[in-house]
């Protein structure tokens, strides 16, 4: 697609929500050209805001996560560092609705932070949030499956990916939406990531279309598969296209290390610092 031979230096942006379009706009970015979703459509989905310190000022921000456990959201590093925890942040599942105030949608509070010990730019983009008290599964709030050996799932001709908030932009001003969205993407072969995004490391996969993809809301969503067997987690949002273009492809971390090209190791040993968790419940 003539979409993805854009250079990575003039669409790629690692920021969560607060990125700037143009000099006074302060949009909060998400599924470019999605579709709406129902609450229990991706039950696994975790949306979290927060306040985020950068260069002397603060910014209200927000990114997307997967529950891995009750207690345990997978998101991006890049949302984290910098995350203030005063006042304390705040996490929801359960709803497809950014400020959801219904009973199906479960809040928590942000009670620590891990980021990966290796995370450097778009390198290692990997990160864990232990909530207060641990989220109540139903129908509509349940746990991210991973394969440890998902190699075949990686074969797959797309993923789709949701997130919260801009779905398009009109006069370089974006269109948002409080509620949760959907786009699906086609899965591109790591070679040819490689050649179009000369930085891609192996730890990393990437996904794209014309006018479809991710916003820097978006950040630390999860991009699953379905299969047969279910709908499985194969990556999260890393970085995507500035939400100026309307294409390009998005940047994903693959979160495995059952194959050179997948990692997770060092992450998964840091989770024995949590209470409740331990690494062999992530993957089935």
Not at 68 to 88: F, N, Q
Request: aromatic residues 10%; hydrophobic residues 40%; neutral net charge.
């Amino acid at each position: 697609m003539s979409s993805l031979l854009l250079l990575a230096a003039a669409f790629f942006t690692f920021l969560p929500s607060f990125f700037t379009l143009d000099s006074g706009h302060t949009p909060t970015e998400g599924i470019i050209g999605g579709r709406h979703v129902n609450a229990g459509q991706f039950p696994f989905f975790v949306f979290f805001k927060y306040q985020m310190k950068k260069d002397g000022h603060v910014w209200p921000s927000f990114c997307g996560g997967s529950l891995i456990s009750p207690r345990h959201v997978l998101t991006a590093a890049h949302c984290v560092v910098g995350m203030l925890m005063d006042p304390t942040p705040m996490a929801m599942a359960g709803s497809a609705h950014r400020n959801a105030s219904e009973s199906d949608a479960q809040w928590r509070k942000v009670k620590r932070v891990l980021v990966h010990p290796q995370y450097h730019n778009l390198v290692n983009d990997i990160a864990i949030l232990e909530v207060d008290s641990p989220f109540a599964l139903n129908s509509k709030v349940a746990l991210a499956k991973i394969r440890r050996d998902d190699l075949p799932l990686l074969k797959f001709p797309t993923a789709t990916l949701p997130g919260f908030g801009t779905y398009g932009v009109l006069d370089r001003e974006p269109i948002d939406s409080e509620d949760l969205r959907s786009v699906t993407l086609w899965l591109y072969p790591w070679y040819y990531c490689h050649q179009v995004l000369a930085h891609i490391t192996s730890g990393q996969i990437c996904a794209g279309g014309a006018h479809i993809g991710s916003g820097p809301g978006d950040s630390g969503g999860p991009l699953v598969v379905y299969s047969t067997q279910g709908v499985f987690q194969i990556g999260l949002t890393s970085s995507g296209p500035i939400p100026k273009e309307d294409n390009g492809i998005d940047l994903m971390m693959h979160h495995q290390d059952t194959h050179p090209g997948r990692r997770l190791p060092v992450l998964l040993r840091g989770l024995r610092c949590f209470s409740g968790l331990h690494p062999g419940r992530l993957v089935l």
